[in-house]
Structure formats: structure tokens, C-alpha cells
């Protein structure tokens, strides 16, 4: 019984070990957080699961998702632990992980999702993942080429395979790039972030073979961005089939275009610069080139300010 009531204290912190054991001069140890839910237990942020679901009187007794938590045993006393929680698959309510993933990756407790078709390497790697994306270990100590192709060795081989790299950890290096910042809710589950490492490796593979194919990147050619080139071809190209046509008149036709917009960008400098000389504030200069021509600039002066005389005589009599 005094065990139970320390349980319904919602100010108690009752861990119970589940497994441990050391490896390499490091502790590792599982735990789980049991407490009985009461109408006075607040709001709980973490995972619960009953413990003994099937018996009516001990529903009430819940365990929080298992914690990992791992520390080297060859300091004394301990400078740093990591702590990790593991989740099964679950379902969570849905939200936009662009809102909140800068506030769990900075300061939240790293999540390792595993299902039943989870191995060790995958584990391992989504482990070493969480230490860099929260800062817990610097990127030079984690090995994090080896741990992404023995965790994935399919998405890195078809790398391998695609751009005819040397090795594995060539091809794991290409893959690691789109991992170091990750896009992704690792709630959502295992199977999610083996999706996303693949979509990730089909963007490594397109992107590898757009830099050496002749041309593949027109955009840099042509001095702007991918994404403004795309809307260039958007105004001068012709899409048959879904598809833009580019030829050499087109792309002639987008180079004028680039060279009447910058042409047009020097003169509109030039006016600001020579009203700044006449006198204009900024803001003044700009709202003036924006109602008149800018050849009309040559001759543009600022309003004189109003006299103090015409001031007093501008207000009313009451």
C-alpha cells in the first residue's frame, strides 16, 4: 500500500529498471515511469500504456514509454548522460511538424521509433542521428557515414549503383547530406523514416545526375535560381505533354528578357541615386519613381517644405 500511494502522488517520480547492462566502458539501462491515474493527476505529456489492461481494478496503472538513458562509466563522477525515449508505433494526433520541430530538435528528449521490422543498425544509426539533430555529440565523433549505410544498405547501394561511387561510404556521404537536417516527425513512426530515407535517396540521385548532365543545371547557366528559372519558362517556353519544350530560342528569348530586366534595374538605381543628390528622402524617392516615368526622373525636384507663415495662415480660425 505504501508503494501504491507513493504512485497516485502526481509529485513522485517512480522509475522502474527494466533491463541494463555495459559495453566499450558505457552503462546502458531501460527504464519505465510507472503512475496510477487519479482525476488529481495533471495533464500527462508523455506516452502511457496500462500495465494491466485486462483487469479492471488495476486499469488506472499506467507506464510511460521506455527511456533509454546512457552514460560512460570511465569518469567519475559522470559528466553527461543521454537520455532517449523509445516509441512504438502509435497514433498521435495530427500536426504540422514544421511548427514544433525546431523546439523538439532544440530542446526536447530524442525520440528512437522502432516496429517489429526495426534492427539493430537502424536503431543504432537513428540514435546517433538524435545526438547530432540535438546536440548532444559533435558531428566528427559520431561516425555518421558508417552508421547510415550499414542502417539502410538498399537506399545506399542504389546510390552507389546510380552515380558509380567508389564505396559505400562515398554513396552513405551523398545520403547523409539530406539527413542533417532532418524534415521529418520521428512520432509518426519507423516505417515513416524509412520512407523518408528513401525519397531522400531518390533526391541525391536526381540531384547527382542533374550537375553532370550537359545543361542539367540551366539555371546556374543562366545567373538566377532553379525555382526563378522555372517560372522564366513558365512565361517564354511552350509546354507540350505536360513538359516544357527548351530550345536555343528559348533560352535566347529568357537571356534578352534577363538582360531588359537588369538594364531596367541600372536606371532605376540611377534615378534613386540622382534623387538623393536633389534632396528626396528615400521613401520619397521611391514613391515618386513608382508613380512616374523614370526618364521624367532628370527633371523631378522635392517639394519645398511649407513656410511658417503659410503654416499659420493654413489654420483654421475658431
Known amino acids: 500500500m505504501t508503494f501504491f500511494r ?13 533491463a541494463a547492462t555495459s559495453y566499450g566502458g558505457w552503462w546502458f539501462q531501460i527504464s519505465r515511469r510507472l503512475l496510477w491515474v487519479t482525476n488529481r493527476t495533471p495533464d500527462e505529456p508523455r506516452l502511457v500504456v496500462p500495465v494491466f489492461a485486462n483487469e479492471e481494478k488495476l486499469r488506472g496503472l499506467v507506464g ?9 562509466i570511465t569518469i567519475h563522477p559522470v559528466n553527461k548522460a543521454h537520455i532517449v525515449r523509445i516509441w512504438p508505433p502509435v497514433r498521435r494526433a495530427s500536426r504540422p511538424w514544421r511548427l514544433v520541430s525546431r523546439a523538439v530538435h532544440a530542446h526536447g528528449i530524442p525520440i528512437v521509433s522502432i516496429d517489429e521490422n526495426s534492427t539493430a543498425e537502424e536503431i543504432g544509426c537513428q540514435l546517433v542521428l538524435g545526438a547530432l539533430w540535438h546536440k548532444q555529440a559533435p558531428e566528427e565523433e559520431l ?20 552515380v558509380s561511387a567508389p564505396n559505400m561510404q562515398s554513396a552513405a556521404a551523398l545520403l547523409l547530406e ?47 535560381s532553379e ?8 512565361r517564354h517556353a511552350p509546354k507540350v ?20 530586366q537588369d538594364g531596367g534595374a541600372e536606371k532605376r538605381r540611377a534615378a534613386l541615386d540622382l534623387m538623393l543628390q536633389r534632396g528626396f528622402t528615400e521613401p520619397a524617392a ?16 522635392p517639394r519645398r517644405p511649407a513656410s511658417d507663415a503659410s503654416r499659420r495662415s493654413a489654420v483654421p480660425i475658431r
Not at 513512426?189 to 543545371?217: C, Q
Open 178 to 224: 539530406g539527413l542533417l537536417h532532418p524534415g521529418f516527425d520521428p512520432a509518426l513512426g519507423a516505417a515513416s523514416i524509412r520512407r523518408y530515407v528513401n525519397r531522400k535517396a531518390r533526391i541525391a540521385i536526381l540531384e547527382h545526375r542533374k550537375a553532370d548532365k550537359p545543361g542539367g543545371r540551366a539555371g546556374e547557366s543562366l545567373g538566377v
Open 64 to 72: 510511460a514509454e521506455p527511456t533509454l538513458i546512457a552514460t560512460p
Open 241 to 260: 505533354a505536360g513538359r516544357y519544350q527548351v530550345d536555343d530560342r528559348v533560352l535566347d528569348q529568357i537571356r534578352s528578357y534577363l538582360r531588359q
Open 286 to 301: 521611391r514613391k515618386w519613381l513608382q508613380r512616374h516615368r523614370i526618364e521624367d526622373a532628370i527633371s523631378a525636384r
Open 227 to 234: 525555382r526563378f528559372y522555372y517560372k522564366l519558362l513558365k
Open 143 to 162: 561516425g555518421l557515414a558508417n552508421a547510415v549505410a550499414c542502417a539502410y544498405p538498399n537506399a545506399v547501394q542504389r546510390i552507389m549503383r546510380s
Open 6 to 18: 507513493t504512485l497516485i502522488d502526481p509529485a513522485s517520480r517512480v522509475q522502474i529498471p527494466i
